[in-house]
């Protein structure tokens, strides 16, 4: 069962499970002893567990009593490099699935704008020929109307 501690503004870190504050020293044993700790920052709900345990090992290196021999150090700093890495890759492949998606729903888009303009050309023409017809009709049937801006005689 995972411990769930709280971090407050304060800094100070509250235990759900005994119902008490602890300290850093408290969640270090705990980790020792095989204990899963989750800390929760009360103000955003964040999961903040990696900033604690890495404050942990900081203290401990601080005080001298980090058991800790530089080969991991170095593999943890080199881990946590990879991990950058791998997130922006996890990042920009979202961002282009993202992309490709949106190109998918322009499409349609595109398609429908070309099929008006087709339409819209299409309407001139039939309106352009019936215009035509229309002064084929009015010649034959010997409709003279006055055109417009023709001077009367």
């Known amino acids: 069962m995972i411990r769930v501690i709280k971090r407050y503004e304060s ?18 044993r705990w980790v ?5 700790v989750k800390v929760i920052d009360n103000a ?28 991991l150090l ?4 080199r881990a946590g490099e990879k991990a950058v890495a791998q997130s922006v890759e996890q990042v920009q492949g979202r961002v282009d699935r993202l992309v490709r998606k ?16 087709e339409l819209r050309h299409r ?15 009015d010649s034959a049937s010997g409709d003279s109307k006055p055109v417009k801006g023709a001077a009367k005689s």
């Open 11 to 28: 800094r100070k870190l509250y235990d759900t499970e005994e119902s008490r504050y602890v300290s850093l020293e408290d969640i270090a």
């Open 32 to 36: 020792r002893d095989g204990q899963e």
């Open 44 to 71: 955003t709900s964040e999961d903040v567990s990696a900033q604690i345990l890495t404050q942990i090992i900081l203290d401990e290196g601080k005080r001298g009593t980090s058991f800790l021999p530089t080969e």
């Open 74 to 77: 170095h593999e943890l700093v």
């Open 102 to 117: 949106s190109i998918d729903r322009l499409a349609p888009v595109r398609r429908a704008r070309s099929e008006m303009a």
């Open 123 to 137: 309407l001139a023409e039939l309106e352009s020929a019936l215009t035509e017809l229309e002064s084929e009709s």
